[in-house]
């Protein structure tokens, strides 16, 4: 890459406007990976044919969520069997495609038939893009389509493949790249892709030796959030076993609290001072009070679940004292944040792979069948306002942008946004 690009991404990064765009949903669960958004006049109700600014053919079924940027919306795909693995850039005004950059992989990667290659989403700051391909790199482009820098981070082999999405803070890019025998937390300068940091974590591949029986598989698949806290600004991830932040600047280990299981599917969900983390597979799930140093669990972690807990992909959203959740079996649930306690659990789907959103007193959710609830925010009861059927599959999370919902199925992505008022004839 020339030095000039170089140059210009480092003044960018370090320049206090460097950062995603007002009205932006710039990476996986909104602008600061909670879940919890800021927009209104957000649409309740829609279907195939209301509602519907535009629907536009996808290249591929997958699992990966939209990301939005001033005019632009982006999207991961995977085309033959994985060979092909794109970034795809839509035009938000019509859906029309702006570009396409296409990564060729020719190696061995196994994954899950549920999920395709490219679960990962994008990641923006309203300047660059970047994406994690798995054992086919990261790689980082302009908002035009130009490749600004690639980078090789090795081999990441799972049986159940990937999906922990990239996150851009300030100058460098966050990633927690596994499951897998080789994974690791790490933070790649966003200027030129080159390692600031990298923390080796415990995986396997999940596959047993020969002439052995399994007797259980260990992962992560969260995508990391980043707090300050102490005085010290945070990458806080839920790996195997136990949650576990790091010093952004130096990646040294900060805290631990210990309590999860063997897999992790759900992101780390963030209050003002509380951090909840679950375990996938029926596993363990736990809350801690934010902050100390060291191995925290005697004096920071909350309440630890152990019991008849269901599986567990998407991940909750914390609104004041209550922490609500979409499980995988379609059961939504509402719990008190500090204590454990459950408010209320209700049947909702049959199946929900998304991460719920919230916005306005509201809570959204698509399940896998492509429809999209919406419920009121409240710790009394559900309370479901709408039921929004597009008849498609899915297995991603809504992105919210300037009173809109972007919307990816396995067939197409969709911008739904409430219809403009109609002038008044005198």
Not at 2 to 9: A, V
Not at 14 to 20: E, T, W
Not at 350 to 371: F, H, K, M, N, P
């Amino acid at each position: 890459m020339r030095w000039t690009t170089c140059l210009l991404l480092t003044l960018l990064a370090l320049l206090p406007g460097a950062h995603a765009w007002g009205g932006d949903w710039p990476r996986f669960r909104g602008p600061d990976g909670t879940g919890v958004s800021q927009e209104t006049g957000l649409p309740v109700q829609w279907s195939r044919t209301e509602n519907v600014r535009w629907r536009t053919e996808l290249p591929a079924a997958g699992n990966s969520s939209p990301v939005v940027t001033r005019d632009r919306v982006l999207i991961t795909c995977a085309t033959e069997q994985g060979r092909q693995r794109g970034l795809y850039c839509y035009d938000r005004g019509d859906g029309s495609l702006l570009w396409s950059q296409l990564v060729a992989f020719d190696g061995e990667e196994p994954t899950h038939a549920t999920n395709p290659p490219c679960a990962s989403s994008p990641a923006t700051n309203g300047e660059v893009v970047v994406v994690w391909h798995g054992s086919a790199g990261v790689h980082c482009y302009d908002l035009t389509g130009n490749v600004l820098w690639s980078r090789d981070l090795g081999s990441f082999r799972h049986i159940w493949g990937h999906a922990s999405s990239p996150v851009i803070y300030k100058d460098r890019v966050l990633l927690n790249c596994g499951p897998g025998s080789r994974s690791f937390v790490t933070a790649l300068a966003l200027a030129d892709g080159r390692t600031l940091w990298q923390a080796d974590e415990p995986g396997d591949d999940g596959e047993p030796a020969p002439g052995s029986d399994r007797g259980k598989w260990i992962g992560s698949w969260s995508t990391p959030q980043v707090m300050a806290l102490d005085g010290r600004e945070q990458v806080i991830v839920s790996l195997p076993h136990e949650v576990k932040a790091y010093d952004l600047e130096s990646g040294e280990t900060l805290w631990t609290c210990e309590g999860l299981g063997d897999l992790v599917y759900t992101s780390p969900v963030l209050g003002s001072d509380v951090c909840v983390a679950m375990s996938g597979y029926h596993g363990p799930a736990l809350a801690l009070r934010l902050g100390g140093s060291g191995n925290v669990t005697a004096t920071h972690r909350l309440w630890h679940a152990t019991q008849q807990n269901p599986q567990r992909i998407g991940s909750g959203v914390i609104l004041g004292e209550y922490l609500y959740l979409a499980n995988a079996n379609g059961v939504m649930q509402c719990t008190h944040v500090h204590s454990g306690e459950l408010r209320w659990q209700a049947r909702l789907s049959e199946s929900i792979w998304g991460s719920l959103v919230a916005a306005e007193d509201r809570l959204y959710v698509t399940d896998q069948a492509g429809t999209t609830y919406v419920m009121a925010a409240s710790p009394e009861r559900l309370e479901i306002l709408a039921e929004n059927r597009l008849e498609e599959p899915s297995n991603s999370t809504p992105a919210f942008s300037d009173g809109e919902i972007f919307l990816r199925t396995f067939q197409a992505l969709y911008c739904i946004r409430r219809p403009e008022p109609q002038e008044r004839t005198p």
